[in-house]
Nanobody, 123 residues
Framework: QVQLVESGGGLVQAGGSLRLSCAAS????????LGWFRQGPGKEREFVAA???????YYAPAVRGRFTISRDNAKSTVTLQMNSLKPEDTAVYYC?????????????????WGQGTQVTVSS
């Protein structure tokens, strides 16, 4: 069992930055792949970024070059650094985990989810 708790959301002006963190409990963190997803108002949940247990990362085209995903196995945390934020980045951001070294952009492949943290980007 893995529990995930996100933090770091908030209100920021367009062009600004935010850093989201996801703290995980459980002994399988280092052997798990982690992902970030988001759900904007009236939209479906969409993939943002993922990182494998071997630190291979993958990004959605909409955030590539602006967002960076990283992990710290010693602290059991995964971080999403978000720069050059746009109003369309406004959403609830969720952390997710799946056992193994493969990374997925399909939300249905992830077994564990956090409760989400709100990110609001004003224009």
């Amino acid at each position: 069992q893995v529990q995930l708790v996100e933090s770091g959301g908030g209100l920021v002006q367009a062009g600004g930055s935010l850093r989201l963190s996801c703290a995980a409990s459980g002994r399988t963190f280092s052997s798990s792949s982690l992902g970030w997803f988001r759900q904007g108002p009236g939209k479906e949940r969409e993939f943002v970024a993922a990182i494998s247990s071997s630190t291979v990362s993958y990004y959605a085209p909409a955030v590539r070059g602006r967002f960076t995903i990283s992990r710290d196995n010693a602290k059991s945390t995964v971080t999403l650094q978000m720069n050059s934020l746009k109003p369309e980045d406004t959403a609830v951001y969720y952390c997710a985990a799946v056992s193994g070294n493969r990374i997925f952009s399909d939300a249905s492949r992830y077994d564990y989810w956090g409760q989400g943290t709100q990110v609001t980007v004003s224009s």
